[in-house]
């Protein structure tokens, strides 16, 4: 079975840095897609950024990219100009690609990012 | 945003009686989820639809059952509420190719007392 697992509960950064936030995965197939969400205190989950397991290339979108190491089964998220209204929890996301379509969440992250 | 709506958005109910919720979409996607969310557990998947009447069972579908009796309406009943089921409960739809992303509703809060 596939789990997805963020190893840390809560992290924090200053305004304007840079913070990686850290999620591990176990699968057995190839082709899957990765995603990190975003939760801001509103509740609402949003779509940060999207990987799909056939590309090398990491995902970029704007001040969000991610580190995919397939091989190590390893999605960081990094955000760089770190802003106040990033602070939410931050959850890292895995789909299969094909079969019963179902997506595995991990337990999440909360940032806090300081003034 | 995608056209996803639940309902209620916040309920007390008592132990023992059943609750439905309701998730409604407007964007015509074939799938559809329902999550809960408790601290420490992210989001944890209940059950889920692939189409119509076509329903299948996530890790933590005791207690809980759906129906899908139409494209748009989702619904999800705890046949007899119990105060571990006090929860947030979010509603997903997905049409998977091109993006495979999925989309999520406002969410329900509930309490079982």
């Known amino acids: 079975a596939q789990t997805v697992t963020q190893s840390q509960p809560e992290m924090s950064v200053q305004e304007a840095e840079t913070v990686t936030l850290s999620c591990t995965y176990d699968t057995s197939e190839s082709d899957y897609y990765l995603f990190w969400y975003k939760q801001p205190p509103s509740r609402q989950m949003i779509l940060v950024i999207r990987?799909?397991?056939?590309?090398?290339q990491n995902a970029t979108e704007n001040r969000f990219s991610v580190n995919f190491q397939k091989a190590a089964k390893s999605f960081s998220l990094k955000i760089s100009d770190s802003q106040l209204g990033d602070a939410a929890m931050y959850f890292c996301?895995?789909?299969?690609?094909?079969?019963?379509?179902?997506?595995?969440f991990g337990t999440g992250t909360r940032l806090k990012v300081l003034a | 945003d995608a056209g996803i709506t639940q309902s209620p958005r916040h309920k007390v109910t008592e132990t023992g009686t059943p609750v439905t919720l309701r998730c409604h979409q407007t964007e015509n996607h074939r799938y559809m989820y329902w999550y809960r969310q408790d601290p420490g557990h992210g989001l944890r998947l209940i059950h889920y639809?692939?189409?119509?009447?076509?329903?299948d069972k996530g890790e933590v579908s005791d207690g809980y059952s759906v129906s899908r009796s139409k494209t748009e309406d989702f619904l999800l009943t705890l046949e007899s509420a119990t105060s571990s089921q006090t929860s947030v409960y979010f509603c997903?739809?997905?049409?998977?190719?091109?993006?495979?992303?999925?989309?999520f509703g406002p969410g329900t809060r509930l309490t079982v007392t």
């Open positions: 639809s692939y189409g119509v009447k076509d329903t």
């Open positions: 996301a895995y789909s299969t690609a094909s079969g019963t379509y179902k997506y595995i």
């Open positions: 997903a739809i997905s049409e998977r190719h091109p993006s495979y992303e999925q989309y």
């Open positions: 990987q799909e397991a056939y590309k090398q």
